[in-house]
């Protein structure tokens, strides 16, 4: 049953064409994977504290939600799948999940084989409560499984009825076009999205992956636009104490552009989480960029950031310190600690 809510037209959003595709989203996306359970890890809300920001962001007409199987290790789907059902109808949700880390010690329970994504896309579905996906994502690029297996099992995927369409995160360009390419050779389904990090502290993407994203039509949607909390000063202390991962940040380099965040921020009577969103959304490099929070109040100031229009001068002096840095994906195995050369790092599950 859906139970009927008040929609606060004081904030809102507008709605944005995905990519070539007929299908319309919010401009902005609840990247969700901080909801869920925090026996996942420690930063994560638990479902009493999940509910009130899904409400906020469905009353400001967010219509597009992004989740992952991995993420609480399933819990997550529960929690935003049928949390958002029962606010509102399901066609006028944009649901996004993604498969690929390992859900269990089965060899087979992980990857992008046929096995595992046609027993995941249906794992999925049950635990959000629906028959469908909006969109189906493989989280990272399987090595281990023939590309024409997998892009095979997408396709039938989607002749199922089982997704409306698929897309890809955080890889190399390389693979993701030699994945669209076996598609289009095979007459099966290509991606139509691509899904990356990207902030002012990382900016990779703009080198291969966001011009062959432009030039094929591709919609981008990014992620981490805080470069995982350290623009927003860190993020919160559960984040640092159980996000490894911002160890990729924090360098000289880092500290100058944090500043210059905080010092636009200053000037413009705003936080600097939202000039760094405010960054994000401005580039033009972003189709729909995701926002994550942690109360209610969050999804209201990210959605606000939208508004905030950045000088040239401003942007100019954001981006001056930037420099080349190494690829964050699930196969390089460098990383750019905080203050140190490059050193081996394990294997990155990147998205947040």
């Excluded at 992956?209 to 993020?235: H, K, N, W």
Aim: glycine share 8%; charged share 20%; with cysteine.
């Amino acid at each position: 049953m859906v139970v009927p809510r008040e929609t606060n037209r004081d904030i809102a959003v507008d709605y944005v064409r995905f990519g070539q595709t007929g299908l319309k989203t919010s401009s902005l996306c609840l990247g969700t994977m901080g909801i869920g359970s925090s026996k996942w890890k420690g930063w994560v809300l638990d479902e009493d504290r999940s509910v009130p920001i899904l409400k906020a962001a469905l009353d400001a007409g967010i219509n597009f939600f992004d989740m992952a199987d991995w993420y609480s290790t399933g819990l997550n789907e529960r929690v935003v799948g049928r949390t958002l059902l029962s606010l509102t109808e399901r066609g006028k949700l944009v649901l996004a999940t993604k498969a690929f880390y390992p859900m269990s010690n089965d060899p087979n329970d992980k990857g992008l084989s046929r096995k595992h994504l046609l027993a995941s896309i249906d794992k999925s579905l049950r635990q959000m409560g629906t028959d469908y996906v909006d969109l189906y994502v493989v989280h990272a690029f399987d090595p281990e499984t023939p590309i024409e297996e997998t892009m095979r099992a997408l396709h039938d995927i989607v002749v199922a009825g089982k997704a409306r369409y698929i897309g890809a995160s955080t890889m190399y360009a390389w693979q993701f076009a030699k994945m669209n390419h076996v598609a289009e050779k095979n007459g099966w389904t290509r991606f139509v999205n691509m899904q990356c990090q990207y902030s002012l502290l990382y900016r990779e993407e703009e080198r291969e992956m966001m011009p062959y994203c432009q030039e094929d039509g591709i919609a981008v949607t990014t992620f981490s636009p805080l470069a995982r909390g350290y623009l927003a000063g860190g993020g919160t202390a559960s984040r640092a104490a159980f996000d490894p991962y911002l160890d990729w940040f924090g360098d000289a380099i880092d500290q100058e552009i944090a500043n210059r965040v905080n010092q636009v921020a200053r000037q413009r009577g705003v936080s600097p989480s939202q000039i760094a969103q405010a960054w994000v959304i401005g580039s033009g490099n972003s189709t729909v960029p995701l926002i994550g929070a942690e109360n209610a109040e969050q999804v209201a100031a990210a959605i606000a950031a939208a508004s905030i229009v950045l000088s040239a001068e401003e942007r100019g002096l954001l981006e001056e310190p930037y420099r080349p840095r190494d690829v964050i994906n699930d196969y390089n195995p460098l990383r750019r600690a905080r203050g140190l050369a490059p050193s081996p790092a394990a294997p990155l599950a990147a998205n947040s």
